[in-house]
């Protein structure tokens, strides 16, 4: 009965948790700008050039935006792929998990998801979070391929934002999701999240920096 109780009173937000959330969002908003900024200056010429066509303009600013995305994710390098790729992974899935879990606490069902409990024991999304991170992680290591790095970025992201979402429970050895103990889980996926922009825009940097350095970095 405590931790239904327990379980009915929302988390409060510290200072320290809004904070890293300003800092991981700001940080992520970033890392979205850097590279939005660069497809809005390529896309400016079409629109000064359709000014009398409003419409035409925003279709070609549209498929020039989705053609420069396409060919600047197969340009970059292989390591900034997977950063990107583990990022966004990682954060679309915490977002969605806490979404999700926040609608389940009044329904038993939303959409495709539910609590799944196997006879008495109700199992947490940090198990699929930990088995999928666990393979991604081999499969890398035993594979050795950069080329498929990028794609086990994917998993591996899904995997930390599942388990990192319920990191109270593990470093508490309880359910304590909604009680105020589970904040700690949301200050470390905070944390996890502006510690993977800052490391996305930090290689993104650095690799336009050895471009623009002059003279120019040798190759191996």
Known sequence: MALIGRRRHGLRAD????????????????VAGVELSRVWRRSEAVVAERREEPLLAAAETVAETAAVARRGYGDVSTTENALFNLFASFAT????????????RDRRRVGPFRDLVVGHRHIHHFVPGIVLSL??????????????EPLLAVPFGIGMGLTLDESALLLELDDVYWSEEGILSVQIALA???????????ARFLRRGEVLLDPPLAGP
């Not at 393979?135 to 498929?148: L, M, N």
């Open 135 to 148: 393979v991604a992680g081999t499969v890398a290591i035993a594979t050795r391929s950069e080329e498929i």
């Open 192 to 202: 996890a999240l502006a510690v993977l922009s800052a490391t996305a825009l930090a």
């Open 93 to 104: 899935t915490f977002i969605t998990v806490r979404t999700v879990t926040t609608l389940l």
């Open 15 to 30: 200072r320290a948790t809004v904070a890293l959330g300003a800092v991981a969002s700001a940080l992520g908003v970033a």
